[in-house]
């Protein structure tokens, strides 16, 4: 998904199953916290180890990272960070049902008696919203530190050559023409709901070169009144040339009707970030790390600020939050930014298994679902999500104010 002003509440409640379980939730002043609820705890009393399962829930979407400390004075004290933990904790994943974290006590607190652990789980949500300054706040109960890292800045925007035809869009945006035919969509080496791969042509369509930015969806939202996204109130996320974050699906369809446009189709998505590029797994080739200039990925600089992520190890893109719009090489295409940056909205309800069925010509996806698809990744997915195929489904339940790594383009049928 970086900003932040901080006041970083802290909300929480005692359970007590067998051994007290304090919960915490990191939540942002401009949204809500997200929370750990259902906590069920199995233990295997002859060697320590237990099994807790809970359900996490974040009304602003975005990935969230569910952290853990135990306590092996009855709660007097925190200062256990588990090593023999596994699971669902200390990385970085999307709230849901059925998350669970495996502990091995005995390893961690060999010779303690368990009846005076306790463990705390804090539920982070790891938007601290500070100024732009690249400076990030990590806050716990008693303690805080600070990391200092820079992000580059660019104040314009350098429209590529393109080999095709553009137009400009109601909206003021430069589109390209993406040309009809057939391509290979999918991959047989990836996840289930990229499989199979299956041959599918779609019409002719323009494309916007670029993510739409503040500045154009401030005009929509002049024009429309409608909601502006409440990351507009924080300086890494405000800029007029940087892509509008915070976006349900409903907003960005209400957008691409406001300006004459449409959300692509999932299959016009995947055809246009390929680049004319044939049965490469990323955008750029096989080769898992992105060249120079790919697009905004977690990297090194990310890392400064999120110590806990897990980043392409030697890739700085400069960028530890969403970069201003065409910062980076464009595609076969001439389109900016089709992978990383923020994930973009496709009009498509999402189906695990569509591909099996899917037709040939123009697939639009399913006519009706609970969840819509993502597309391209971000500069807060993990990275597993930069392969060109990689497809997400967003539940419209953790889209209160949608996520500031979620933005989306516009597509129109070419005249």
């Not at 004459?260 to 999932?266: A, C, D, F, M, S």
């Not at 806990?308 to 090489?329: E, L, M």
Request: include cysteine; charge should be negative; glycine fraction near 10%.
């Amino acid at each position: 998904m970086s900003k932040r002003s901080q006041i970083i509440l802290i909300a929480y409640a005692t359970l007590l199953l067998l051994f007290g379980v304090q919960l915490y939730s990191n939540a942002q002043t401009i949204s809500y916290a997200p929370t750990i609820t259902n906590i069920k705890i199995n233990q295997t009393l002859l060697t320590g180890s237990i099994e807790i399962t809970f359900d996490v829930d974040d009304p602003d979407g975005g990935l969230l990272e569910v952290k853990m400390l135990a306590s092996k004075d009855n709660g007097q004290t925190y200062t256990v960070s588990p090593k023999y933990a596994t699971g669902d904790v200390n990385k970085y994943m999307i709230a849901g049902k059925g998350k669970s974290i495996k502990w091995d006590m005995g390893k961690d607190l060999p010779g303690v008696d368990f009846k005076y652990v306790k463990i705390r789980l804090i539920a982070d949500d790891g938007v601290k919203l500070l100024p732009d300054t690249g400076t990030t706040t990590t806050t716990t109960t008693t303690t805080s530190t600070t990391t200092t890292t820079s992000s580059k800045s660019v104040s314009s925007t350098t429209v590529p050559k393109v080999s095709g035809n553009t137009k400009i869009g109601n909206d003021g945006a430069m589109m390209v023409l993406i040309p009809a035919g057939e391509f290979e969509m999918g991959s047989n080496s990836g996840e289930a709901d990229e499989k199979p791969v299956h041959t599918v042509s779609v019409s002719a369509f323009y494309m916007d070169m670029y993510e739409v930015t503040n500045a154009q969806y401030r005009k929509f939202v002049d024009a429309t009144g409608h909601e502006a996204p409440v990351y507009w109130k924080y300086s890494n996320f405000n800029e007029s040339n940087q892509p509008v974050v915070g976006v349900t699906w409903d907003d960005a369809n209400a957008y691409a009707k406001w300006a004459g446009k449409r959300l692509p189709t999932e299959a016009e998505w995947e055809k246009a970030a390929r680049g004319g590029s044939v049965g490469k797994i990323y955008a750029w080739g096989d080769n898992p790390i992105p060249p120079e200039g790919a697009g905004n990925f977690p990297d090194e600089t990310a890392k400064k600020v999120f110590r806990n992520w897990d980043v392409i190890k030697g890739y700085d893109d400069g960028f530890s939050h969403p970069a201003p719009v065409g910062c980076f090489n464009p595609n076969g295409y001439g389109l900016c930014d089709m992978m990383g940056n923020v994930w973009e909205w496709c009009s498509d309800w999402y189906d695990s298994g569509y591909y099996s069925k899917s037709p040939k010509d123009n697939p639009k996806g399913p006519t009706t679902g609970q969840e819509h698809v993502l597309r391209g990744g971000s500069w807060f997915a993990d990275k597993d999500y930069m392969k060109v195929s990689s497809r997400y489904n967003y539940n419209p339940s953790y889209t209160m104010k949608s996520a500031a790594n979620i933005g989306f383009r516009c597509a129109m049928d070419a005249q």
